[in-house]
């Protein structure tokens, strides 16, 4: 079984940046790893996704602004954010799919991101 655990969510202003970061409890057993969020009485969307060789993929409302990244030595997948828009406003949550799969099977816990207008 594979843990995630995020950090690095708050509250910020319009225009402003964060950085989320994710780290797997083990490496050995994880592909394709993900950022999903979901804002209040909506339903949870893919934000951004990177395979394990480092291909990505974004949602085209954050294109430009987000980037995802990954260290297979640390176990760790981050969001770069920049530019936030009030729209962002969401509880952002990590996946991780195993190796060679496009289900994600593991899930993080959330954290809370804030953007004020």
């Known amino acids: 079984q594979v843990q995630l655990v995020e950090s690095g969510g708050g509250l910020v202003q319009a225009g402003g940046s964060l950085r989320l970061s994710c780290v797997a409890s083990?490496?050995?057993?994880?592909?394709?790893m993900a950022w999903y969020r979901q804002a209040p009485g909506a339903q949870r969307e893919l934000v951004a996704s990177i395979t394990s060789g480092s291909s990505t993929n974004y949602a085209d409302s954050v294109k430009g602004r987000f980037t995802i990244s990954r260290d297979n030595a640390k176990n760790t997948v981050y969001l770069q954010m920049n530019g936030l828009k009030p729209e962002d406003t969401a509880v952002y949550y990590c996946?991780?799919?195993?190796?060679?799969?496009?289900?994600?099977?593991?899930w993080g816990q959330g954290t809370q991101v804030t953007v004020s207008s």
């Open positions: 083990r490496n050995f057993n994880i592909g394709r």
């Open positions: 996946a991780a799919a195993p190796p060679f799969s496009a289900t994600y099977a593991f």
